[in-house]
């Protein structure tokens, strides 16, 4: 059944509290006449009409959600169609790419500034421009802490890069081209132009990176128009889709059909299912966690093991299959790929979306176009593609994403005749990214085909916001010989694009007292995926004496803050397994109806 409206008379919008409010005809007044001379008319702010924000998180320094400038004005076409008022304002830049130390950094800073926005403007509804990776969870726990009625419009993937004949897959070809430069291969002119071939044009990576899974789940969700995810960024349906988002959000402002009536209990559980059936990143469950805190709903990593790992791989896209956004998008996009979810009782079709339907009717007719590229749940590409949560006597929680282990790594490591689950091996620590570059190549390792590779320093304390950094190479000399891949563990991230099955996200991190800080390269550690569990082969003892050594100079060191927000961060963020959210920002849920604006 789909959402039993529930209108709201104009009188009842809260941007009157801003326009049309006799009590305080000064402050009333001083709203009122700097808009006026912008051109816009006393009837567009005093008669009723929704006032709707668009969040315009495009701009020259985010290149991949640059042509929302252009989206936005068939978005304030809609929204003018429909009867609403568009205000279009900037949010925080966040570019994956080129943001230092990192930009995950800028996600919950961007979700401040939204918050503000949201609660101190005449708003009545916002459309979210998404897009580069943080861009979407910022928006969407923004929109979940605010709780006004909200939609998200992604910009939608670039177009797909090719090399002749060869599809290349952003941030998917820099893991495979480092690897070529490392073996000389190809030299450093050679790798940029095999690089700059992944990005032919406006729009998000084209992979199931990052950036297209958090636009994916948004539509998994139930916050963006059926099938509008993963549209490419040229595309004529881009902007008639955008178009029909403004039209769409000031009937949200109307039936008063807010974030919370959308991001329940089930709406998390689709869009982990979703992710699992996608490829998806790394960094998903990260992200889900965080909205899913600011909406109030319980969801832990437990809960992305048991609902998601059995769930098969079903998108044929980069980096764990062959194709790119733009076939995916042909062979039917998001409600596909759910359309095969849903007939296996895979999902909650009841769920209710921000079009006023259910998930079930939005999908009815939407199965896969090219089965090739979107597969039949019963014929995936791989079973069991969801994420592992990893526990032990090294941290709480760590993930590995068991759609991307390729054959060469299951033969090295996980088909050892005695238990075809576990390997174990000896490890070489390294903390922190440049840690790792000074000493990688350093024969003095002894990093050989058995090594584990450990990273820590990483975690949003480490390396305020948490760096990308897990998925490290072997050194240059076993590259040459054929190794390509390690082992790796860390307390960082590793980008969505990697290919890399890392166990990664370890939480609590080494800096904030976790238990790797304890670790010492040459210690030997067993991993055994069957059990799910990572263990450290060192006896307590030992550990304790670690451990005090470790507590007599001060705990983990890190490096000093570089600006006043990664202080603030530092000060109050959450580990990666419970959403790197900082920690005051829950109590503040449905912010904008608990206490209007004084
Ligand atoms: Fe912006 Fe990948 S770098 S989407
Ligand atoms: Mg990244």
Redesign the pocket.
Known sequence: MAQESRRISPDQLRSRWWFDNPDHPGTTALCIERYLNQGITLEELTSGRPIIGICQSGSDLTP?NRHHVELAKRVKDGIRAAGGVPFEFPMHPI???VRRPTAALDRNLAYLGLVEVLHGYPLDGVVLTT???KTTPAALMAAATVNIPAIVLSGGPMLNGWRGAERVG??TVVWEMRKRLAAGDIDYPEFLSRIADSAPSVG??NTM?T?STMNALAEALGMSLPGSAMIPGPYKERGAVAYRTGERIVDLVREDLRPSDILTREAFENALVTCSALGGSSNAPIHVNAIARHAGVALDNDDWQRLGHEIPLLANVMPAGAYLGEEFHRAGGVPAVMHELLDAGRLHGEAITVNGRTLAENLAGRETRDPEVIRRYANPLVEHAGFLNLKGNLFDSALMKTSVISADFRRRFLEAPDDPQAFEGRVVVFDGAEDYHARIDDPALAIDATTILVMRGAGPVGHPGGAEVVNMQPPEALIRAGIESLPCLGDGRQSGTSGSPSILNAAPEAATGGPLALLESGDRLRVDLGRGEVRLLVDDATLSRRRERLEAVGGYAYPPHQTPWQEIQRSMVEPLDRGMILAPAPQYRDVARRSPPR
């Open positions: 991949c570019h994956e790419n897009g580069c990776d952003s941030g998000h990576c990176g950036a």
